[in-house]
């Protein structure tokens, strides 16, 4: 199984929508992601995320399936620096950081009193439950911390057994490559990737950037037939906006993206 999560493009937050260098960003995007053999297409249902998979839904003659757990993860907690405040969960500076390491415990990051404080473990516990209910439809069923993987299924295994003959190991390839695409947001996304490679959200929220319309590939890796494990193939990929000639966007990153 191969998980595709896009990103949506440079977005106009006040209206839902795309901005201009958005719309160029989701037309590069289309140009990269129109090939595709995907078997099914899923979307958050706010509209930066449904503009940016339109097009490329349309031109595979598909409706994404509307998932409204796929939202942006935006439920707030207290606010550590004005009492009575409220801030993103996802969202702390590295004093802070440093001071709760607790947050970053794969089991225990939700009895932090500040994730306590706007119940974000059930949240996050919620879109989990939602998401492996939607791969058990697939055959991949959630079992501690790995899947199994569809009865008779093939190992993947042999992608190790190098013979100087790559190429013709992807082409004759014969274990699953059923591929799901998800147009959603940079903080669901990273809640999703964090459950799929068993790590503490909050690792993924302040470890990793995914740039607006960038590509992130999480496949299924079955060493051992029946078991699967999700790993990383590309993370914030935006080679379409660098072959277009298009800037990344800097929205959600407090660094200059790197464009090279």
């Not at 992608?159 to 190991?169: I, N, S, V």
């Not at 903080?187 to 999703?192: D, K, N, Q, Y």
């Amino acid at each position: 199984m191969r998980i595709i999560f896009v990103r949506h493009a440079e977005p106009d937050y006040d209206t839902d929508s795309l901005t201009e260098k958005g719309k160029r960003e989701a037309r590069l995007l289309f140009e990269r992601a129109r090939k595709w053999r995907v078997d099914e297409f899923y979307s958050s249902p706010m509209g930066r995320a449904r503009e940016t998979g339109r097009r490329i839904c349309e031109a595979a003659r598909r409706k994404p399936v509307i998932l409204d757990w796929l939202e942006e993860f935006n439920f707030t907690v207290d606010d550590y620096e004005n009492p009575g405040g409220r801030i993103l969960c996802r969202d702390f500076v590295p004093g802070y950081l440093n001071g709760n390491p607790l947050l970053f415990d794969l089991d225990r990051w939700g009895e932090a009193g500040i994730m306590k404080s706007g119940g974000i473990r059930e949240e996050y516990d919620r879109v989990c439950e939602a998401f492996d209910r939607l791969l058990e439809r697939y055959g991949y069923k959630r079992n501690g911390y790995c899947y199994d993987s569809p009865p008779g299924h093939i190992s993947s295994s042999g992608f190790m057994e190098y013979d100087g003959k790559t190429l013709e190991h992807y082409k004759e390839d014969k274990s699953d490559d059923t591929t799901l695409v998800f147009f959603c947001h940079l903080g669901i996304m990273s809640l999703l990737i964090a459950h799929l490679i068993n790590a503490s959200p909050c690792t993924i929220w302040h470890g990793f950037f995914m740039p607006t319309s960038s590509v992130t590939v999480v496949a299924a890796e079955e060493r051992v037939p029946g078991k699967a494990y999700f790993r990383c193939q590309l993370v914030g990929c935006t080679a379409h906006l660098r072959a277009g000639g298009e800037p990344v966007s800097y929205y959600g990153s407090f660094a200059t993206p790197f464009m090279l």
